[in-house]
């Protein structure tokens, strides 16, 4: 596609229901990440994948948190249980290859209630 | 992991003025890029520039990576130009950018 496309841009849950955020990223981009965006503050790391092997789950704040990238194309962020401190911006960004220039989506708004 | 410091925090302009936006960061890094978040969340990349001069339009970056900065450039503001500019580093080997906490500019008409 044209640029990364996330969905859906805002989710409202319940606090303790699951979720699923969709990433798809640019066509033919390796390498695909995940941040999470709270209120006034940049983005931090979640995840990384280069093609279907997540090589860097470092920064997955629970095991609440899973990623997955199973065909190295669409990815899906699942946040288990979601707890209020899970509200934040969730970004998802690809690029060609690692260390090169990365392009993000619009992000998807996560408010737990 | 590497420590990503921007200044100013906050910057209010006149339209018509110009700014200087600073990066400096704790390590060598091979990826730098500039971003501007516009209202709407989006990430809007800028630059990409893990060294030397660019320019694209009214804007222009300069990363000096041996001693650790880089500078973005805004001339002649717009209004439009308002937003958060973020600045985020990659390590070799490390796949993940970090990002320092923002310049937010206003630019008032």
């Known amino acids: 596609g044209a640029g990364v496309s996330q969905s859906p841009r805002y989710k409202v849950a319940k606090r303790g229901q699951d979720v699923a955020l969709r990433c798809d990223p640019i066509?033919?981009?390796?390498?695909l990440f995940w941040y999470q965006q709270a209120l006034g503050q940049g983005p931090e790391f979640l995840t990384y994948f280069q093609n279907e092997a997540q090589l860097d789950k470092s920064g997955l704040p629970s095991d609440r948190f899973f990623a997955e990238r199973p065909e190295g194309s669409v990815s899906t962020l699942k946040i288990q249980r979601t707890q209020q401190e899970d509200s934040a911006v969730y970004l998802c960004?690809?690029?060609?290859?690692?260390?090169?220039?990365?392009?993000f989506g619009q992000g998807t708004r996560l408010t737990v209630v | 992991g590497i420590q990503v410091e921007q200044s100013p925090p906050d910057l209010i302009l006149q339209e018509g003025a110009n700014s200087t936006l600073r990066c400096n960061f704790s390590d060598s890094v091979n990826n730098l890029q500039w971003f501007h978040q516009n209202p709407w969340g989006q990430l809007i990349n800028l630059f990409y520039?893990?060294?030397g001069t660019k320019q694209n339009g009214r804007l222009s970056a300069t990363t000096v990576a041996t001693e650790r900065y880089s500078l973005l450039y805004i001339s002649s503001s717009q209004t439009t130009d308002s937003g958060v500019y973020f600045c985020?580093?990659?390590?070799?080997?490390?796949?993940?950018?970090?990002f320092g906490s923002g310049t937010k500019l206003n630019v008032k008409p």
């Open positions: 960004a690809s690029s060609f290859d690692r260390n090169t220039e990365a392009f």
């Open positions: 066509s033919g981009h390796v390498s």
């Open positions: 985020a580093v990659e390590r070799r080997g490390f796949n993940k950018f970090y």
């Open positions: 520039i893990p060294s």
